[in-house]
């Protein structure tokens, strides 16, 4: 069993920065990435930022020059900083971490935790 404990979110003023955190606990092991994910309503949930074991990021077209993902690798953390926050940016954020060795990869999610931008 593994636990993700997200923390971070909050409502901002557009303009603003927030960063989240995730810190996973468990059953874990040989995680091979980790990143966020967001859900605005009505729409499905989006990637936002992932890092790889091997500390490669990708980022969603709508974020990149604002957020940047890092890790701890010793805390089994994962954090995201949102600078230049947008009203658009509003949405729940889910962390989600893969681990193991092929074949046997497992996902987990966060709960998820509100982000809500002000315009």
């Known amino acids: 069993q593994v636990q993700l404990v997200e923390s971070g979110g909050g409502l901002v003023q557009a303009g603003g920065s927030l960063r989240l955190s995730c810190a996973a606990s468990?059953?874990?092991?040989?995680?091979?990435?980790m990143g966020w994910y967001r859900q605005a309503p009505g729409k499905q949930r989006e990637l936002v930022a992932t890092?790889?074991?091997?500390?490669?990021?990708d980022y969603a077209d709508s974020v990149k020059g604002r957020f940047t993902i890092s890790r701890d690798n010793a805390k089994n953390t994962v954090y995201l900083q949102m600078n230049s926050l947008k009203f658009d940016d509003t949405a729940v954020y889910y962390c989600?971490?893969?681990?193991?060795?092929?074949?046997?990869?497992?996902?987990?999610w966060g709960q998820g935790t509100q982000v809500t931008v002000s315009s």
């Open positions: 989600h971490v893969r681990h193991g060795r092929w074949p046997t990869i497992n996902d987990y």
């Open positions: 468990g059953s874990i092991f040989s995680i091979r990435a």
């Open positions: 890092i790889t074991s091997t500390e490669s990021t």
